[in-house]
């Protein structure tokens, strides 16, 4: 039996539901030498600003006893010229398709990024991250506010054309307002979640792991929390989600399908196992297998209820 | 240099050095043959995804195909590592990062180990040419903490120094460095170091006072390894922002790179 593993986005095919995770995978061309693309139905980029970012003072990672690791990095990227100048020629286009995350402090600031972006040929679409707990301004604080996240997106919807998902934050009480407001704004899809802010403490040191202290905690234990969002959203919306938040198996992407997600992004696992997209669809297709699933789209929001 | 690749490597021994220290012997053809001194493996411990990260380990001594995996434990991952038992598999991905540069031939190779440190620089010391004129200067706390296991004739070589003075040199690295450059008037050095971090800004201290040219290979906490994720940052010598271990180290011109210890990830 042969599995369709082919999704829709809008009028983007992809071959996989599976994207990488912003921020885990460079612009796409780092793991080319120990990891086979095929596997993947897209990329998405680490986010780009406007103006280059240093990132934060290291430590930028440590692991938690749990299996999760917290992160730091405070978005480091060259900004949106040095993107142009210097990192284009990494992205994978044609092998993949290809999706630049854009990351800003003001309505102007994303709007300026993506408009530069818009001369780069071949790119897919945009994901728009308003969610990042690892920077000052910007980020979280404007995804904890429903008419900024209608602003940016609404700003965003009319400098592009290309296929827009906005990334939003776990951290808000309800996601059914904000996943709704950017929808209306003109979002073609949502991505859900960001990393949850967390610490770590090394006892002996009496010290903080992270140079920023706190930082966005991601892997394995932040699955239940984003699939609970995923599902919320799915029953709000009707766009596709990208689900973001502890992926490891192919049984956590049937996880995700099930509860309304269209594609899986695959992040901190990378860091793990590069191989993960190969292994994530094999056991995907296993299940498949199983279940007398012949096409992966068949199963996305099919959660049988409790009783 | 050789493109990373992904490796799985079949452990042939586990034995333990000294108190806490471990060398694990692993067939790995791929990356015994193609790692430079002072380029890294990322290995992946135990099983499934707790604890979650790779491991970054200083590729040591490589022969008849394998790879020498000598690294101090540090927490649950390296603790981990020295449960492997022969047979099992070790997932890698190497060889990563840039090696050490060799010297020119009119410069006398001084490596400078402090602790743990000396593993790449066994690596070094084994690749450069045998008509070398080198140095190997080790640094440990006390004698029975010596981890030095390279071949014999490299054993007899380097020079210890131990903190407490219970092996050859009673007092740091640097030092013992600094009384034996007098050895080598008229040559210039080119120091090649690796150690813990307070050590580290010793010799930057050291280096930077008499002009002698050096490069220091460093440890912090990594992701991807690859480059991608940026966490394996440190402060540039310039200020002007980070450098990445894992890209653009883990071996640095001594000058590049802000190795003040409160600055140190």
């Known amino acids: 039996m ?93 092998q993949t398709r290809v999706f630049l995350s854009v990351v800003g402090d003001s309505v102007e600031d994303f709007v300026t990024v993506v408009d530069k972006l818009e001369s780069v040929a071949g790119v897919d679409g945009y994901e728009i991250n308003v969610s990042c707990p690892n920077v000052r301004h910007g980020g979280l604080s ?29 951290h808000h009480p309800a996601v ?98 590069p191989y993960a997209p190969g292994r994530v669809l094999r056991e995907m297709e296993e299940y498949c297998l199983r279940h007398r699933v012949t096409k992966l789209t068949d199963l996305i929001g099919k959660l049988e209820p409790r009783r | 240099m050789t493109s990373p690749a992904a490796e799985m490597g079949i ?10 220290c471990w060398d694990v012997s692993v067939q790995a053809p791929f990356n015994a043959l193609h790692s430079r001194a002072g380029q890294f493996v990322h290995v992946r411990v135990g099983e499934g995804f707790n604890p979650f990260l790779r491991r970054p380990l200083s590729v040591g001594p490589c022969r008849e195909g394998r790879l020498r995996l000598i690294f101090t434990v540090r927490g649950r ?44 620089l066994l690596l070094l010391d084994d690749q450069m040419s045998p008509k070398q004129e080198r140095m190997f200067i080790a640094g440990f706390r006390s004698g029975s903490l010596l981890t030095v296991d390279g071949n014999e004739a490299t054993a007899r070589r380097i020079r210890v120094a131990t903190d407490d003075g219970s092996m050859g040199f009673h007092g740091t690295a640097v030092a013992l460095l600094q009384n034996c450059l007098a050895e080598y008037q008229g040559k210039r050095p080119f120091i090649y170091a690796c ?32 480059g991608a994720c940026q966490s394996c940052a440190v402060p540039r010598a310039d200020g002007k922002g980070y450098l990445l271990v894992c890209h653009d180290g883990p071996v640095f011109d001594i000058n590049d790179v802000d190795l003040t210890p409160e600055n140190r990830p």
């Not at chain 1, 885990?24 to 990329?43: C, H, N, P, Q, R």
């Open chain 1, 142 to 170: 404007l995804g904890g506010d429903k008419d900024a996240v209608k602003a940016i997106v609404s700003a965003v919807r009319s400098t592009t054309h290309r296929f827009v998902s906005v990334k939003l934050t776990p």
């Open chain 1, 176 to 273: 059914e307002p904000m996943a709704e407001a950017a929808v209306k704004a003109g979002a073609d899809a949502l991505t859900l979640t960001n990393t949850l802010i967390g610490m770590a403490i090394d006892v002996e040191k009496r010290k903080p792991l992270l140079g920023t202290v706190t930082g966005g905690y991601s892997g394995p234990p932040l699955k239940p929390v984003a699939l609970a969002m995923v599902w919320r959203a799915a029953q709000a919306v009707d766009v596709p989600i990208w689900a973001s938040g502890g992926i490891v198996n192919g049984l956590d992407g049937i996880e995700f399908l099930l509860a309304g997600a269209t594609c899986l992004q695959l992040g901190s696992v990378l860091f793990a196992d």
């Open chain 1, 2 to 94: 042969n599995l369709d593993t082919t999704i829709k986005l809008g009028g983007l095919e992809l071959r996989t539901p599976l994207l990488t995770g912003s921020g885990t995978f460079g612009y796409g061309d780092e793991f080319k030498t120990v990891m086979d693309y095929s596997a993947l139905g897209g990329i998405v980029t680490k986010s780009i600003s406007p103006q280059p970012r240093p990132g934060n003072p290291p430590p930028r990672i440590c692991e938690t006893g749990g299996g999760g690791i917290i992160n730091s990095i405070g978005l480091a990227n060259p900004g949106v010229d040095g993107f142009l100048a210097d990192k284009v020629g990494c992205l994978p286009i044609g």
């Open chain 2, 195 to 226: 150690g813990p971090g307070p050590m580290m800004a010793a010799m930057k201290k050291f280096c930077s006072e008499r002009g002698i040219r050096a490069q220091v290979s460093l440890e912090v906490p990594m992701g991807c390894g690859l």
């Open chain 2, 77 to 120: 991952g390296t603790r981990l590592l020295t449960g492997s038992s022969p047979g099992d598999k070790l997932d890698i991905i190497g060889p990563l990062g840039n090696p050490y540069q060799m010297p020119d031939e009119d410069e006398v190779a001084v490596m400078v180990a402090g602790g743990i440190g000396i593993v790449p």
């Open chain 2, 11 to 20: 452990v042939k021994a586990v034995r333990q050095i000294s108190d806490g």
